[in-house]
């Protein structure tokens, strides 16, 4: 059974570093794209950090030159190192990843985590 689950979450105050995590496992063949997504309260969930299995990656404007992402497919982890926080970085973040698994061996299929709290204070 695929499990993602994420990691790293907590109260921070502004300007602070944190380091998310997102370990995938569970009969997996091929791991895809790895993404990071986040969820305001009251808000719709966005595209925070992607990056491709080629190491390709993609920044939404607001987090551009705070927020990296990062691979080890060794460990079939995602990380999101998130520098210089901001009150408006507050959310649930969520990991979304792309796997072809040893039940779906044909076509790669996206996989959600749980999600983790970041908190921002002022």
């Known amino acids: 059974q695929v499990q993602v689950v994420e990691s790293g979450g907590g109260l921070v105050q502004a300007g602070g570093p944190l380091r998310l995590s997102c370990a995938v496992s569970?009969?997996?063949?091929?791991?895809?794209?790895m993404d990071w997504y986040r969820q305001p309260l009251g808000q719709q969930r966005e595209l925070v950090a992607a990056?491709?299995?080629?190491?390709?990656?993609n920044y939404a404007d607001s987090v551009k030159g705070r927020f990296t992402i990062s691979r080890d497919n060794a460990k079939n982890t995602v990380y999101l190192q998130m520098n210089s926080l901001r009150p408006e970085d507050t959310a649930v973040y969520y990991c979304?990843?792309?796997?072809?698994?040893?039940?779906?061996?044909?076509?790669?299929?996206?996989?959600w985590g749980k999600g983790t709290l970041v908190s921002v204070s002022s």
């Open positions: 979304n990843v792309e796997l072809w698994t040893v039940t779906m061996p044909l076509r790669g299929m996206d996989y």
């Open positions: 569970g009969g997996i063949l091929k791991i895809g794209h």
């Open positions: 990056m491709t299995s080629g190491g390709t990656t």
